[in-house]
């Protein structure tokens, strides 16, 4: 029997999956407990809207974040810090720093998470850090730190 999951079912498949499952398997486990439909002409309709549906979102966040990665390519961000005169920092510039920076200057709101910051910045100067905005979607952003 054809059945639509609609829940990831451990070592049968995720959701929005279509599964060939014995009979008394779906009747008795999968029904019951919601975690699939029968694979009828109406529920096949159904699935094909959600896919849809999903696949729009994903292509309206992929456009979202190549946008970004644009505007974030030709943008820097200058942080103003205590420094000592050798040009090390009183303390650190980390990714935190850098999206309320973003923010405040330009008013892009960034998850601190998408920064890219192999270590925190120590030092006064011009920084080019990456940021994942999406899955193999990359920006470059420069980071001016300066006293």
């Given at each position: 029997?054809?059945?639509?999951?609609?829940?990831?079912?451990?070592?049968?498949?995720?959701?929005?999956?279509?599964?060939?499952?014995?009979?008394?398997?779906?009747?008795?486990?999968?029904?019951?407990?919601?975690?699939?439909?029968?694979?009828?002409?109406?529920?096949?309709?159904?699935?094909?809207?959600?896919?849809?549906?999903?696949?729009?979102?994903?292509?309206?966040?992929?456009?979202?974040?190549k946008a970004l990665a644009e505007?974030?390519?030709?943008?820097?961000?200058?942080?103003?810090?205590?420094?000592?005169?050798?040009?090390?920092?009183?303390?650190?510039?980390?990714?935190?720093?850098?999206?309320?920076?973003?923010?405040?200057?330009?008013?892009?709101?960034?998850?601190?998470?998408?920064?890219?910051?192999?270590?925190?910045?120590?030092?006064t100067g011009v920084f080019e850090?990456?940021?994942?905005?999406?899955?193999?979607?990359?920006?470059?952003?420069?980071?001016?730190?300066?006293?």
């Amino acid at each position: 029997m054809k059945v639509i999951l609609t829940e990831d079912v451990t070592n049968l498949g995720k959701k929005n999956n279509v599964v060939n499952v014995s009979d008394g398997y779906a009747r008795n486990f999968l029904f019951p407990r919601k975690l699939a439909v029968e694979a009828n002409e109406a529920n096949m309709a159904r699935l094909k809207r959600v896919r849809d549906e999903e696949e729009k979102r994903i292509q309206k966040e992929r456009d979202e974040a190549k946008a970004l990665a644009e505007r974030l390519n030709k943008l820097e961000v200058i942080l103003k810090v205590k420094a000592g005169e050798s040009g090390k920092l009183f303390g650190s510039v980390t990714s935190k720093d850098i999206a309320d920076a973003l923010k405040e200057q330009y008013g892009i709101e960034l998850d601190k998470r998408k920064i890219d910051l192999k270590d925190a910045i120590k030092t006064t100067g011009v920084f080019e850090i990456n940021v994942k905005l999406y899955q193999e979607i990359d920006a470059r952003l420069k980071i001016r730190v300066e006293v």
